[in-house]
């Protein structure tokens, strides 16, 4: 039962690349979601989706895009690195508005 | 102001012993539920107990019971019997129709340490 998966689990980028984080979950949910957890301040919702093609954004998505294009992936793009964006992203998945949603291992992004 | 708060940064608890850790909440969605997860230091969430807002009694799984006082929007958690093993970072969090930052995500709070002694 693999869950959500992210990949990859660590990473470190210089100011001003891009790159992508995956995510994918094998439990069929429609709800997908992606934070960004900072010491001190808990987890704080980037971007989500309700389904595929469907996408919104959340409290702190600047600098991120997202795109659904299945009900198992749930992407998350960073444009153009800043360091700011070091962080720990985790992603998320539940099956319907009201119940737990279940997260990935994490991803710890270094930006330098 | 803040959805979810929680006062406690950390706290220490003696091996066996029961330990409370505070949440309350802002809402004015009249459906909404409120979730606890927890955070070893190997990083991932754990997903622990919920309680919806219409549920009349209070939730528990195992050692972990959750004490919901809805007037006074108060939605703390209570372990039991606490173990070497309870150490670890503890998140309330909640989840209404909508937040400001999404319909239907979860907003957590800052977190509360918990430190159980031997």
């Known amino acids: 039962n693999a869950g959500v998966t992210q990949t990859p689990k660590f990473q470190v980028l210089k100011t001003g690349q891009s790159m992508t984080l995956q995510c994918a979950q094998d439990m069929n949910h429609e709800y997908m979601s992606w934070y960004r957890q900072d010491p001190g301040m808990g987890l704080r919702l980037i971007h989500y989706?309700?389904?595929?093609?469907?996408?919104d954004q959340g409290e702190v998505p600047n600098g991120y895009n997202v795109s659904r294009s299945t009900t198992e992936d749930f992407p998350l793009r960073l444009l153009s690195a800043a360091p700011s964006q070091t962080s720990v992203y985790f992603c998320?998945?539940?099956?319907?508005?009201?119940?737990?949603?279940?997260f990935g291992q994490g991803t710890r992004l270094t930006v330098v | 102001a803040q959805k979810i708060t929680q006062t406690q940064p950390g706290m220490f608890v003696q091996e066996k012993e029961a330990v409370t850790l505070d949440c309350t909440y802002d809402t004015s969605d009249p459906s909404y539920g409120l979730f606890w997860y927890k955070q070893p230091s190997s990083g991932e969430m754990i997903f622990l107990i919920y309680q919806g807002s219409y549920d009349q009694q209070n939730a528990t799984e195992g050692r972990y019971s959750l004490n919901f006082q809805k007037a006074r929007k108060s939605a703390n958690l209570v372990i039991s019997a606490s173990q070497l093993g309870d150490s670890a970072m503890y998140f309330c969090a909640m989840r209404e129709a909508y937040s400001g930052a999404g319909s239907y995500q979860l907003t957590f709070g800052k977190g509360t340490k918990l430190s159980v002694i031997p």
């Open positions: 989706s309700v389904g595929a093609g469907i996408t």
């Open positions: 998320a998945s539940s099956y319907v508005a009201n119940t737990e949603a279940f």
